[in-house]
């Protein structure tokens, strides 16, 4: 009996020489990617090998020092690695191997897909995002707009440590469209095409960033996995109050010129979106019904928004300039895309099963074909302190 | 009898002496309890005299219930030894077998309580205690007044109290003096901290080498730049920092009194921030070693707090070994001891397991005073109203009778 408890004790002093479970890496030896971006070495031929690119943050870097906190806005903050390979998996495994630290891609915030590259096929990056267990799904995705990737991926953000961060803040904002790896998949793989928010470089005479900043702008429009073509401008801001995530849509603001200078300026708070489908003997139809409530943030019209008939010229106004913008982005989607991003196709297959089969097989000419009413109401939630525009007053006052 | 320090008055023509206690010997007078500190409540604590201990009780205790019954234990000290309970109150089993666990004892000498204590309890392996002591005679009284027995030593102001529980390690006299809602908010944190304790350091190794996903990303940035430059793996880290903290509350209570602030000064210099700023351990491991060091102060009973100091050791090993799955391991092992254990013959872990409602009144939170119409845990059966409903708030507040439609 003692002999065995010795026998006992023994064994439990032997697993402090183990090294233990091999999965145990010390946080030190990660190499945590906050970023990858993938594009064609050759943007013009299609067949090009790829190169990748990773960002890896440097810790000893992002320390907080006792007096201040880490910096933002620092190059050296983040290691930009990159390598080419036939595939998109292929050039991380190439990064992986000069690098020293293991990749740790659990973090990894957002995926920067070149034009060309996207307009290739996505499959290839995106069966690597959804195979690798430790790759997490809701990581961002963007694609450069008339810029490299690497471009992008080498900027640091004057006000973030690391760049990933900035974007996937601007993305978390809901300023725009946003997609992550999960939401494309989803939207690929169903009755609809998944679209991107476009990430371009502007360069800003006043800005003390003399490289330039990045920004969230217009949305490029897949047809399956393949890019198509960009939604710019009004189509744009039109396709963000109707895409499938619209209900999230924060601080968009919308600027509808009165007369010739004189400019009435709101900003969004709620939108509401209800889409009604039939199906009737002419194929399907869509009626959507859109009601946003809003803020004004500037009023140099003569209208006097504490009078309610005025009130309510402003919104008809507002009301009307968002439906414009959304027949815009419809228009482009239907007739030349002929992409389903805003996911009717779902809708119909949910709504009418049966009628779907007939016409799944040709759905594409269907959609262009689609007949898709559009109302749109706005409240105006806040229209300020006061009434009519400050110039206004001032002439009253016969300045 | 004469040997026993009494006096024996014999009388020409009688067949019988009296025995007369004339022994007086040095003594301290009654102080201040200063292990179980209270903010609010009696200032009394026991002496190594046994009598004046015994005197403490039955000045708070008026029923000719309250019995006392010494012995002498050790054959060279021949220690008075009390064994104090209140009839009627008390299961007639339990003293039964106290009384024999008490007679079976054949020991040169009894110095403190704690001989007694590792004589006479269930469990003798077991890190966790399972007779409370205290130096309290309030204490003592209010489980003497749950049918639980008192062992009074002499030479000792710390009696030994049982039958316990797991729940009675998160009590503290004074949540039965103070507001009832704030001394359950306060059981709570107790309750919360007890786990910070056990697991805190062991969870943080198991995240800084498995389980990195667990933690959000700014956390991981930070976490990663304080290890950027620290020599060993985080388990190693975690055990150096441990055994430091450990030493140096042990170095705190040996100390000369005089020589106090030298340690704290060293403890929190050089391993606080020397340690820190030349790269030897990460600050954060720093933090977690402290909070650690503060749970467990958090825990009133001294004797349960220094068997999770104990098991921390073990688990944070587990952790750096096998990561979650360590942790867990050693929270099942812990938790089948714990259910395993009896404390003279009732669970360790009641009134959780078996559960009784009455009982978690009186455990898992401290219920108002009028609510606790019966005794916790109690196993005489025969008598178990402690008060009568007369101080209920419907019988107390008038009109509030009326509003709830007559019930109480």
């Known amino acids: ?26 946080i030190n030896e990660l190499g945590i990617v906050t970023a990858s971006g993938i594009e064609l070495v050759d943007p013009h ?16 870097e992002l320390s907080s020092d006792p007096n201040g906190g880490g910096k933002t806005g620092d190059e050296k903050s983040f290691v930009l690695e990159s390598a080419t390979g036939e595939t998109a998996a292929g050039t991380l495994q190439k990064v992986q191997q000069s690098l020293s630290r ?31 267990p430790d790759a997490r799904l809701r990581s961002f995705l963007v694609v450069a707009d008339g810029c490299r990737t690497g471009d992008i991926m080498r900027l640091p953000y004057p006000l973030a440590r690391l760049p990933a961060d900035a974007i996937a803040d601007l993305e978390a904002r809901h300023a725009g469209v946003t997609i992550n790896v999960v939401q494309f998949i ?27 900043v990045f920004e969230l702008a217009d949305v490029a429009v897949f047809r399956r996995d393949r890019m198509v073509g960009w939604l710019r401008g009004d189509a744009a801001k039109g396709f963000a109050l109707i895409q499938p995530q619209s209900h999230r849509l924060r601080l968009e603001s919308l600027a509808v010129p009165l007369s010739p200078g004189r400019w009435l300026t709101s900003q969004l708070i709620i939108l509401n979106k209800t889409v009604h489908l039939t199906w009737g003997r002419h194929g399907p139809q ?38 414009q913008q959304v027949l815009a982005a419809l228009d482009a989607l239907q007739h030349q895309y002929q992409a389903d991003c805003v996911g009717f196709g779902d809708a119909f297959f949910a709504a009418y099963p049966r009628q779907w089969r007939k016409v799944e097989g040709h759905w594409r000419q269907v959609y262009a074909q689609m007949p898709i009413t559009v109302t749109v109401k706005v409240h105006v939630v806040r229209s300020g302190l006061t009434g009519d525009s400050l110039r206004d007053q001032l002439t009253v006052k016969g300045e | 009898m004469v040997l026993r320090w009494q006096g024996l008055l014999l009388i020409d023509g009688e067949d019988k002496a009296l025995a007369l206690s004339v022994s007086g010997w040095p003594q301290r007078a009654v102080a201040e309890p200063e292990t179980e500190a209270v903010i609010r409540g009696p200032r009394e604590a026991f002496t190594e005299n046994v009598r004046t201990s015994t005197a403490l009780i039955r000045r708070r205790i008026h029923t000719p219930d309250l019995k006392m019954e010494s012995m002498q234990i050790g054959r060279y000290t021949q220690t008075q030894v009390v064994l104090c309970y209140i009839e009627n109150l008390a299961s007639p089993n339990l003293i039964q077998e106290v009384k024999q666990r008490l007679n079976r004892i054949e020991i040169d000498a009894v110095l403190e309580s704690g001989y007694i204590e590792e004589l006479i309890e269930d469990t003798p392996w077991s890190p966790f205690p399972q007779i409370q002591n205290s130096e309290r005679p309030d204490v003592v009284v209010s489980l003497l007044l749950e049918g639980r027995f008192a062992i009074l030593t002499d ?11 797991l729940t009675g390690a998160m009590a503290s006299p004074e949540d039965y003096y103070e507001r009832y809602l704030i001394a359950t908010m306060i059981r709570w944190l107790r309750g919360v901290f007890i786990g910070v304790a056990t697991y805190l350091p062991a969870l943080y190794v198991a995240i800084t080498t498995f389980h990195q996903e667990f933690l959000p990303f700014p956390l991981l940035l930070s976490i990663a730049a304080s290890r950027e430059n620290t020599p060993y793996p985080a388990m190693i880290e975690a055990l150096i920092m441990e055994f430091t903290f450990e030493a140096i509350r042990e170095a705190g209570v040996r100390m000369p009194k005089a020589l106090g602030s030298a340690i704290s000064i060293v403890g929190a210099l050089v391993v606080g921030q020397a340690a820190v700023q030349a790269g030897l351990v990460s600050a954060p491991m720093v933090i977690v070693v402290s909070i650690t060091g503060i749970a467990s102060f958090t825990i009133p009973r001294f004797n349960f707090s220094i068997a999770i100091r104990m098991l ?86 008038p009109g509030l009778k009326k509003r709830q439609g007559g019930t109480t």
């Open chain 1, 186 to 212: 989803k939207a690929m793989t169903g009755k609809g095409d998944p679209y991107v928010s476009g990430i371009r470089i502007v360069h800003n005479q006043a800005s003390t960033q003399k490289k330039g």
């Open chain 2, 155 to 165: 030479g000792t102001p710390f009696a030994l109290v049982a039958p316990i529980g």
């Open chain 1, 1 to 26: 009996m003692k002999g065995k408890s010795w026998g006992y004790l023994g064994m439990a002093a032997l697993t402090l020489v183990c090294t233990g479970c091999w999965d145990s890496t010390e």
């Open chain 1, 102 to 132: 293991r990749f740790f891609f659990r973090d990894r915030r957002v995926t920067v897909v070149g034009e060309h590259f996207a307009r290739r096929g996505m499959t290839d990056l995106l069966d690597e995002a959804l195979r690798n």
């Open chain 1, 45 to 60: 031929n299609p067949h090009s090998k790829v190169r990748g690119y990773v960002q890896v943050a440097r810790p000893s």
């Open chain 1, 286 to 323: 869509v009626s959507m019904a859109i009601e946003a409530q809003d803020d004004i943030l500037e009023n140099n019209s003569s209208l006097m928004l504490d009078r309610p008939r005025d009130l309510h010229l402003a919104e008809f106004l507002l009301g009307n300039t968002m439906r």
């Open chain 2, 312 to 397: 921390r050791f073990p688990i944070i090993i587990l952790a750096g070994l096998f990561g979650i799955f360590g942790i867990v391991f050693s929270a099942i092992c812990i938790t089948l001891h714990l259910c395993n254990l009896r404390s003279f013959g009732v669970p360790y872990t009641s009134p959780m397991a078996p559960l009784s409602l009455e009982g978690a009144k009186n455990s898992l939170m401290r219920a108002p005073w009028w609510s606790m119409r019966k005794r916790p845990g109690q196993e005489n059966k025969s008598n178990q109203t402690r008060q009568s409903d007369a101080t209920t708030p419907a019988n107390r507040i």
